[in-house]
């Protein structure tokens, strides 16, 4: 029991303070628990041990992963993207997988079986880093930004027949006899059932469910409701021969097409990430270190491989409709091995359709390509500009020829009427926004404007901040105004920063900082509120 206890303290403990670190170097948090669980499992001698309870764990973590995954699908999200989903998605699912299975079948000598499931796990991406990168740096609303969700999205919808696939290829490793063909054909029927059953009959028994739970107007009981419904599907998905997984995906999908996907997700909220990371740190308690040092030649060398046919693979599909600088960023923010590839090679090892040395040897592959993914991600603009530049974008552009210029932070609605104060008294300014939409308005209208982050250093340096007269922050968030204070004055001590406080916490925080100065919209504006009243008052 001590020792129970304190390999959970040491968890908590190492976790917490891996995802601070890697917080401050934008590193996903998922790095911080699988790493986490590679040095659990040695603290504690788990990889030499075989621990039932970790499989619990394992599996309880693959189901709301499975669940999350789902939880993000809806067929009103399909249909708005369809043309850069089913097209974009399904040939970059289809060109990866054709070119991945020959590699493993023909070159590697590996039989038919682990070839498709090689290939199946090597085509799919990391929606769990690449999702909340995007959303994250706004990069969302850019045309990679774009053009990278349509296809996760359809990677995340091929998650039903690869999980479909994978269990009827099982059954030919129980000595049923069973072709390629008929596992093709059984896959595609159960995929047209689950379809129909998801459209016509469990959303309907989903929503009658959750309906009943949220008129009780107890948050217990709704979220009891959640779990339930997701431990069900899982349940009844794998008595009738599928995945527990593919009952907890479908069971997401089902509460995301109902009107209470809102509020399922603000409820389950503060429950994902710790639900994910269970998931994620059972899979670093399978990590092994020595042997990822003594092959690390071999690793990299599959790994770079892989990153190299989805690069190419993704940059053609791309490039059909959409200009070098887009395809590129596309194609290398999605060149990573997926975690749902964890899933992938673990069932597959479970049901011994390949080795567990091979599974082990993946989990590194995969490992390794999820820990570069956050560099390639952070310097994605100086990456993609070695093949072409884009003209707003501030972290490639070579540095302005400009001094003592006024920097405006954000082009909202309070950016633009500094901008268009400062126009019409003919001083020299630059805009910078982490909106693209924002940038591409300010070049509009004849504004000097550039997309990007004002915390990062390239950018810094090529707007030239050490030669400005003063920064303008007009952004609204607190953490934004103080990350970007922070990395100014960092970068250069005498830093004239501006900006507006909206609360008391804000103006405290901001009076202890140097070099920054700052207008009390409350203040301000009860000031003049005042000053009209008593106006009426002479």
Excluded: C, W
Excluded at 37 to 52: A, E, P, Q, R, V
Excluded at 351 to 378: E, G, K, Q, R, Y
Excluded at 434 to 463: C, T, W
């Amino acid at each position: 029991m001590e020792t129970l206890l304190l390999a959970i303290f040491a968890t908590i403990f190492i976790a917490t303070i891996l995802n601070i670190i890697f917080k401050k170097q934008n590193i996903s948090h998922i790095i911080g628990y699988i790493f986490t669980g590679t040095i659990i499992s040695y603290l504690f001698d788990f990889n030499t041990m075989k621990i039932d309870s970790l499989d619990l764990i394992a599996e309880f973590g693959i189901v709301f992963l499975m669940f999350t995954i789902g939880l993000e699908l809806s067929f009103e999200k399909i249909k708005k993207m369809k043309e850069t989903l089913l097209i974009n998605g399904a040939l970059q699912l289809l060109l990866s997988v054709l070119i991945f299975f020959p590699l493993a079948f023909y070159a590697f000598k590996l039989d038919v079986t682990s070839s498709i499931v090689i290939a199946l796990a090597f085509s799919l991406s990391s929606t769990a880093i690449v999702l909340p990168y995007l959303k994250d740096s706004k990069d969302i609303y850019t045309p990679y930004g774009k053009k990278s969700v349509g296809i996760l999205i359809f990677q995340d919808l091929s998650v039903i027949p690869i999980l479909l696939l994978i269990t009827f290829l099982s059954y030919g490793e129980t000595g049923t006899d069973i072709s390629i063909v008929e596992v093709i054909v059984k896959t595609l029927l159960a995929l047209v059932f689950i379809v129909i059953f998801i459209r016509f009959v469990g959303d309907k028994i989903v929503d009658a469910l959750l309906k009943f739970a949220a008129n009780t107007h107890i948050e217990e009981i709704f979220l009891g409701a959640i779990f339930a419904i997701v431990l069900g599907m899982a349940v009844l998905m794998h008595s009738i021969g599928f995945t527990y997984s593919l009952g907890a995906f479908i069971a997401g999908v089902l509460i995301a097409d109902t009107k209470y996907t809102i509020k399922v997700e603000s409820d389950i909220l503060s429950y994902k990430d710790l639900l994910l990371s269970i998931f994620f740190f059972s899979v670093g308690t399978k990590i092994d270190i020595v042997y990822l040092f003594s092959n690390l030649h071999t690793v990299f060398l599959i790994f770079a491989l892989v990153a190299l046919v989805k690069t190419g693979v993704i940059y053609f599909i791309i490039k059909r409709k959409s200009d070098t600088n887009t395809s590129m960023k596309t194609a290398l923010a999605l060149a990573q091995i997926g975690g749902f590839s964890f899933v992938v090679f673990d069932l597959a090892a479970s049901n011994h359709l390949i080795t567990l040395d091979m599974a082990n040897f993946l989990f590194l592959v995969t490992f390794v390509s999820m820990v570069i993914t956050p560099f390639v991600l952070n310097n994605i603009y100086k990456l993609s500009s070695f093949f072409e530049k884009e003209f707003y974008e501030s972290d490639v552009i070579t540095p302005i020829d400009k001094k003592n210029h006024i920097i405006i932070v954000g082009f909202g609605t309070l950016g633009r009427a500094v901008a268009k104060e400062l126009h019409s008294k003919n001083i020299d300014f630059i805009i910078i926004s982490d909106n693209l939409q924002h940038v591409l308005l300010a070049r509009r209208i004849n504004f000097l404007a550039y997309f990007g982050h004002l915390n990062k250093r390239p950018v810094m340096e090529s707007l030239k901040v050490e030669e400005s007269s003063s920064i303008v922050i007009t952004v609204q968030s607190e953490h934004t105004k103080e990350l970007i204070s922070e990395a100014v004055i960092e970068y250069y001590s005498e830093a004239n920063i501006v900006m507006k406080v909206d609360t008391d916490e804000e103006r405290q925080h901001f009076e202890k900082e140097r070099n920054i100065d700052f207008i009390d919209s409350n203040y301000e504006l009860s000031s003049r509120l005042v000053e009209l009243t008593l106006k009426h008052r002479e």
